[in-house]
């Protein structure tokens, strides 16, 4: 039996945590019968601790980003930010890659 993922309805964006989310994703993959898929988001969703997130606006070469105008509510000190947005709405928020040294 074979369904047709894109008459799927959409759905509004999840408010849980990416945890939550994860887990969510598991299900789902293991209903539709994608157990490779289901166990390879598994595997990777072990080192979710390690996934760090920052604001990428601005930023000068070799500096990490750092965290987001909205958790402080300094909603004007960013032209992005606006009242009751999530800084996972922004597009500017996004994971930090770790910096490569030369020559490695």
Partial sequence: MSIDLTKLPSWPQSQDSLAGQIADLILIANRLGLFDAADAVKQM???????????????????????????????????????????????????????????R
């Fill in 45 to 103: 969703a072990k080192k979710l601790d390690q996934v760090k997130y920052g604001c990428h606006v601005e930023l000068c070469q070799g500096v990490e980003p750092d965290e987001c105008v909205i958790d402080t509510g300094d909603f004007d000190d960013c032209i992005y930010a606006k009242e009751g947005m999530r800084k996972e709405q922004c597009c500017y928020w996004r994971v930090v890659a770790p910096i490569q040294e030369a020559g």
